[in-house]
């Protein structure tokens, strides 16, 4: 199973990215889709969630400033940030879970992908 991140970038303070994460490598069917971050001396937390089934969870403090949506084609899980924040400046993880849920905590994604650099300057 691999996961490819891509689609970081420095921005500015309200702007908007979309960066992507396309998974290859085995039948995602039954697999939850999440976005983690991790900023300088932070540990990684939860941003997003896309479900199997289609349905969207979406963690603070993003929440508001976020979408998801997934091209089942090409199993690629695009997430629209907006309006985004110096604070928001972090390295952006991809990552699968086996479930039909939504699984928020980070130790029930085994599948990873390498991350993409998000930098919001003020």
């Known amino acids: 199973v691999q996961l490819q991140a891509s689609g970081g970038g420095l921005v500015q303070a309200g702007d908007s990215l979309s960066p992507s994460c396309v998974a290859s490598g085995r039948t995602f069917s039954t697999y939850a889709l999440g976005w983690f971050r991790q900023a300088p001396g932070k540990e990684r937390e939860l941003v997003a969630v896309?479900?199997?089934?289609?349905?969207?969870y979406y963690a603070n403090p993003m929440k508001g400033r976020l979408t998801l949506s997934r091209e089942n084609a090409k199993i690629t899980i695009y997430l629209q940030m907006n309006s985004l924040k110096p604070e928001d400046t972090a390295v952006y993880y991809c990552?699968?879970?086996?479930?039909?849920?939504?699984?928020?905590?980070?130790?029930?994604?085994?599948?990873w992908g390498q991350g993409t650099q998000v930098t919001v300057s003020s």
């Open positions: 990552a699968a879970a086996l479930s039909g849920g939504i699984p928020q905590r980070i130790t029930s994604y085994s599948y």
């Open positions: 896309l479900s199997s089934g289609g349905s969207t």
